[in-house]
């Protein structure tokens, strides 16, 4: 994982618990606040999978990267 996966990760963390807090006090109904809460976690828990989806492809991509260079450095002593 990048710093700055690791940079967004954190700020994420952050604003889910802000949100949390923020319903937490919000004056509403009980019903009401944990549909919103839900809702709230719901949409981060896919913003959040989304990311991991991201990183994984661009580990991927890093993973090929890496095989490649090897291998080219493998051919150039043979």
């Known amino acids: 994982m990048t710093t700055s ?8 963390g ?9 319903l937490l006090v919000a ?3 009980g019903a009401d606040m944990r549909k919103r809460i839900r809702k709230t976690a719901g949409d981060w828990a896919e913003n959040i999978s989304h990311l991991w989806e991201h990183e994984k492809e661009e580990l991927a991509e890093a993973k090929d990267k890496v095989k490649d260079k090897a291998n080219k450095v493998k051919e ?3």
């Open 5 to 12: 996966s690791k940079v967004i990760l954190g700020i994420l």
């Open 14 to 22: 952050a604003a889910a618990a802000g949100v949390v807090i923020g």
């Open 27 to 29: 004056p509403e109904k």
């Open 76 to 78: 150039s002593f043979s």
